[in-house]
């Protein structure tokens, strides 16, 4: 059975109306692909850390790898993907693997992280 997987968005808003193109209509689309935004937030603070702040976040969980694959590879999304491109700067888009523990990441060594 295929693991869920989470992915992380963040970023800056470099264009607002080409954002504003995208955040229409990709709800329903990240839906309709096995996906759920899990959290919005606007940046506060830095508290720790060394990553340069983006000004927004967002936390979606899909249902698999796959299924994430399948948002960003649909055919029928060619159009709405360079929105989001051409209307944010500074983009991270981590995938996280679900835990129900940290077991898994405490029992690989320190200085290595997960998936190098």
């Known amino acids: 059975m295929a693991q869920p ?3 992380l968005n963040l970023f800056n808003v470099s264009d607002r109306d080409e954002y504003l193109a995208y955040s229409r209509r990709s709800a329903r689309e990240v839906a309709a ?6 959290a919005l937030g606007k940046f506060r603070e830095a508290v720790a850390g060394d990553i340069e702040p983006r000004s927004v976040l967002i936390l979606v969980e899909w ?5 994430f694959d399948d948002y960003c590879n649909d ?3 060619a159009d709405l ?3 989001r491109e051409n209307g944010t700067s ?4 981590h995938l996280f693997d679900t835990l129900e523990d940290l077991r898994p990441v405490l029992k ?3 200085a290595k992280p997960v998936g190098s």
């Open 63 to 67: 249902e698999s790898r796959q299924a």
């Open 5 to 7: 997987v989470f992915a």
């Open 75 to 77: 055919p029928a999304l």
């Open 108 to 110: 690989q060594s320190a």
């Open 90 to 93: 500074e983009y991270v888009w």
């Open 33 to 38: 692909h096995g996906g759920r935004v899990v």
């Open 81 to 83: 993907h360079p929105h």
